[in-house]
């Protein structure tokens, strides 16, 4: 089956600085790469995804990467706002199946 | 429009007892996911409903474990005999045909085994 790895598992920065979450997959089925961003309590929230036939999406202040050949995708957030400190998790997913989630990157954004 | 919806938000149960967690998916969602999250873990994989086929229950962890869908809506997971390891928060998913890639998650039932 799929096995999904994520790090770091907690991550500090400045308010307005970037922050970086990466995440390895070994199923090269797998094809479709969502993130989730999940506030203490709260429901996961689709921040943004990124399907195999695409290298990158960005969207405002969240970038995705996806290296398909290292089996790689990256969360990238640029100008870190607190109200960005929240638990990220990745997953991978073969289109209209389960996903299987990342352990989880805590994010905290130092005003 | 409405969200998934999940209840109970809260359950404490005494080990032995028997649960039902209900999910009510967006209304014309035909496929229905459910997922075990430990505190400080990713979700994982329970089981998969399309409609009310259950198409694949391999991440139930044991024969405790029972979901339903019987009219392709509604779906409840029961959990017989709770043990202390079952104390996690269970959350559901659905998703349209139109865009069978997103998912869409409730805000789970949290179980607490006492």
């Known amino acids: 089956g799929e096995n999904v790895e994520q790090h770091p598992s907690t991550l500090s920065v400045q308010e307005g600085d970037s922050a970086v979450i990466k995440c390895t997959y070994s199923?090269?089925?797998?094809?479709?790469f969502p993130w989730y961003k999940q506030e203490l309590g709260k429901r996961p929230q689709l921040i943004i995804d990124?399907?195999?036939?695409?290298g990158e999406k960005k969207d405002q202040r969240i970038a995705v990467t996806l290296n398909k050949t290292a089996k790689h995708f990256s969360l990238h957030i640029t100008e870190t706002q607190p109200e960005d400190s929240a638990v990220y998790f990745c997953a991978a997913a073969n289109t209209g199946n389960q996903f299987y989630f990342g352990t989880g990157t805590s994010l905290t954004v130092i005003p | 429009g409405a969200g998934v919806s999940q209840s109970p938000r809260y359950k404490v149960a005494k080990r032995g007892q028997d649960v039902a967690l209900r999910c009510d998916p967006i209304s014309g969602h035909v496929s229905l996911f459910w997922y075990q999250q430990a505190l400080g873990q990713g979700p994982e994989f329970l089981t998969y409903f399309q409609n009310e086929a259950q198409l694949d229950k391999s991440g139930l962890p044991s024969d405790r474990f029972f979901a339903e869908r019987p009219e392709g809506s509604v779906s409840t997971l029961k959990i017989q005999r709770t043990q202390q390891e079952d104390s996690a928060v269970y959350l559901c998913?659905?998703?349209?045909?139109?865009?069978?890639?997103?998912?869409?998650f409730g805000p789970g039932t949290r179980l607490t085994v006492l």
């Open positions: 199923d090269s089925a797998s094809n479709y």
């Open positions: 998913a659905s998703s349209s045909p139109q865009t069978p890639d997103t998912q869409y």
């Open positions: 990124i399907r195999s036939n695409v």
